[in-house]
DNA sequence: AGCTCCATGTAAGTCGTTACATGATTCA
DNA sequence: TGAATCATGTAACGACTTACATGGAGCT
């Protein structure tokens, strides 16, 4: 569970309401774990009557809002998560199941497929980056209450692991859209010299950038 | 809803029981679509009461076992996903969602997290290999029953497709061990030199194997 | 007065996991 | 006769999606 354990992790900047949390996380976590705002207010109910998270009422107006604050069994199981080794989860990839039997289809059709991955992770990796360049110059509002809230000697590897990960998503994203070029350089052969084609092996990610 | 196309393409290569069906699973699209035996006799049941698949009972001894079969429907629907684009679902990865906080463990925590994401990676990357072996040597008994319900013109589309499929999985597995191990020699360098790391870039998937 | 943002949820449904359950056949 | 394999499911639960629902606050 994820979820959970992420939002432990944003609560560990400092107390916040459910919708500011919300906001952080549509900012960060989102980009590896994507969550609807009614799944987090769901967790963070799930995650209070666990006695992981506390709130407080805070009077808005004549309105009320709640703010979560993290509680020693929460930070608790945050470290426990950290240090808890998993297995990765399964692969399951609609893309490559379906690349799997594009002899159903028409040369035309995997080309089509093939462009949109190609697109898709574009797309993706245009994200990461500008992401990582935020990182990188410290630059949003969620890691500035974190750095604030961590001695100063901790900066370093808060801003590193961060940017190791999204450059990880990165190296995966190229890696899906050089897949996606092959394949539609595989579809080409196949269509042209349909009988005469050669699957060249995807080259190791070696080099420099 | 990938499991429900992957049996109706693996009927298509004719009539077979729930059983062997689930046996032909396991060694195929189980690489990329993982699931248990329940799911796909609940999922037959489900295709047959949509009408793209049927059934017909046939005598075992004193018990009875049922034969699925593709109808027209099926085998119409079969087509329409292959053809249809479809956005790739969003990346949703406990590895890098608990990476982007390693600084809430110790370097040797994040060390064993690195190290167990390398040896997963390492093995399913072995696993994909083998299997390409069985597909070029078109050598597994659901491959040779495909390609001769298929014309000959199209067994080489049929073989390569799906070694292009597993060859792009094997690159994402070399993606992660990479990232596993730049991972490592980060966490080496922050540990070693806390004040003055530096992260490198991971290179673009370029050269030759 | 109306729009945008703040703020918090409920409800229904789908998909998948885990565990459980049962019994026949085949072969050593 | 006992183990492995063949063969087919049900039940409970968990995570996530999609849609719906409501209302206050702040600004123009």
Redesign the pocket.
Known sequence: ???RHALLALLDAGPT????L??QFDQTVDYVW??????I??E??RLEAAGMVAAETVP????T??AYRLTAEGDAELRRWVAEVAEPP?VREPAYVKATYFEYGTPQQAREQFRAHRAHYEAQRDRYERHIDQLERRDTALLRRRLAAAPAAAHDAIVAYKVHAYRGLVARARAEISWAERGLELVDRLAEHPAAYVIPDIPEPEGER
């Open positions: 569970m994820s979820l309401t459910g919708y500011e919300a906001k994507p969550a609807q705002h009614s799944q207010y769901t963070l109910r808005r107006g004549l309105a809002k709640r399964p």
